[in-house]
T-cell receptor, first 115, second 111 residues
């Protein structure tokens, strides 16, 4: 299994600013994912981040709003840009191998509140 | 499209009661199915999984059987404990590695 850490664990930000969330995996993984969990709701996939290529975004999410980096096989960042109160959510990263049914291991999440 | 429909919560049970949380899915092809659990204040953890029809996933006394004929993956436990109080998410991977989650079911077990 993989152990995943995220920083920061929580933050309170002002409208219009940006926050970068870091995700670190304790082993090399092929695929990393970023999810959003809005209050009282389920997880929604934002994008898939593979090392050496551009992130693939799901419908409703765009690179200008959620730029992602994946500089190596153990690390990724998600930036929430030009934040508004609607961006208040928990943001989670996960990691998996290449197998179709490979288990995704999740980080503890970053709780973001935008005022 | 691919989706998961999960039993609405919250669910409140007494300790040692029997638990069922219903989950049905819609997917093309043959998805892999998962149950994840989120304990209070913690991240998401894999509870169990099944990768093909009639497979039974099990862990920590929880079980779920992949039923292709009814497109279901219901979670069961014979005797719940207070420590099982958490939010449970049913999920599927239809083809690529994108996980689709259900809405989650909050379980509270009272002594």
């Amino acid at each position: 299994s993989a152990v995943i850490s995220q920083k920061p664990s929580r933050d309170i930000c002002q409208r219009g600013t940006s926050l970068t969330i870091q995700c670190q995996v304790d082993s090399q993984v092929t695929m990393m994912f970023w999810y959003r969990q809005q209050p009282g709701q389920s997880l929604t996939l934002i994008a898939t981040a593979n090392q050496g290529s551009e992130a693939t975004y799901e419908s409703g999410f765009v690179i200008d709003k959620f730029p992602i980096s994946r500089p190596n096989l153990t690390f990724s960042t998600l930036t929430v840009s030009n934040m508004s109160p609607e961006d208040s959510s928990i943001y989670l990263c996960s990691a998996a191998g290449t197998g179709r049914a490979d288990t995704q291991y999740f980080g503890p999440g970053t709780r973001l509140t935008v005022l | 499209g691919d989706s998961v429909t999960q039993m609405e919560g919250p669910v409140t049970l007494s300790e040692e009661a029997f638990l069922t949380i219903n989950c049905t899915y819609t997917a093309t092809g043959y998805p892999s199915l998962f149950w994840y659990v989120q304990y209070p204040g913690e991240g998401l953890q894999l509870l169990l999984k099944a990768t093909k029809a009639d497979d039974k996933g099990s862990n920590k006394g929880f079980e779920a059987t992949y039923r292709k004929e009814t497109t279901s993956f219901h979670l069961e436990k014979g005797s719940v404990q207070v420590s099982d109080s958490a939010v449970y998410f049913c999920a599927l991977i239809p083809g690529a590695n994108n996980l689709f989650f259900g809405t989650g079911t909050r379980l509270t077990v009272i002594p």
